[in-house]
């Protein structure tokens, strides 16, 4: 037995298919009307074609969202291979940096003979932990970096951010909460903390390009003041954990330095950050 097709039926089914309408449900309300067409032998009215068309274009976006979230996914996916620093490129990745460090401490005319270079990985670097470790002599040459950091396009980043501590509040407030000395441990912990979210952190990987770039230094790094890398540290020949700077220099170009991460964070001292 046929339905009737009276003003009422046909407002009732209108309000039917605006509710599911309302909540998204396009599958819904195309099957509503699946239903009512193969029970009632439903003639199409105005209504009900403007309704299912509205649902086939609804739905046609539908699909295209998901075509286009399925590429952007598979490209993001690829994009994440690319990058992926797998145990070929840290092999790669390790061996330029042995040969920069050794040119490096031969620069400082350290004593190289019980030099041993070693790469330690590390995505959170925590600086007091660092700065409570004893000294190991043994361990001259062991330097810290994040995987994150080291595949880094440091030219497409563009300029750098300076984050200067001397003239931040907020800085000065977590010393006195946290009850730490303005030491230069203290700094790199505070930028580990509050910008690793928000930007990349540069390491030893930033210090050997400015030093192999000289045309590729940005201005904003010339202006003599000591520039620090809050993403890596190194044991020096002593055996005590320094923090990776540097220095622009007319006539040398850029001039990489470390620094014992117990000493004080002095006036000329800022740090680098790039912006994600």
Known sequence: MEKPFGENYRKELADDLKALRIEGDMEGAQKVLEEERETTRYK???????????????????????????????????????????????IVFEKEMKVFLENYFKNKSSDISKLKIEALWQEDLDFRDLYDQ?????????YIVNPESALLDYESLGEPEIFNPNRDQFFKDWL????????????????????????HLPGIEYQKYLFENKDKIPESLKDGYDSYMPSA????????????????????????????????????????????
């Open 44 to 90: 199409v009215t105005k209504d009900s074609h403007q309704m299912d068309r509205f649902i086939l274009h609804e739905l046609g976006k539908k699909e295209k969202e998901e075509k286009l979230s399925n590429e952007i996914d598979q490209k993001i996916d690829g994009m994440s291979q690319e990058f992926k620093l797998d145990e070929e490129k840290k």
């Open 134 to 142: 004893e000294e190991m002599k043994e361990e001259f040459g062991k």
């Open 233 to 276: 540290s190194l044991r020096d020949s002593y055996g005590d954990w320094n923090a990776l700077y540097g220095t622009w220099s007319e006539r040398e170009g850029w001039v990489c330095q470390d620094y014992y991460i117990a000493y004080d964070w002095g006036p000329s001292f800022r740090v680098v950050l790039f912006k994600k």
């Open 176 to 199: 006195e909460k946290e009850g730490r000395q303005k030491n230069i441990s203290s700094v790199m912990d505070y930028v580990q903390k509050t910008y690793k979210n928000t930007h």
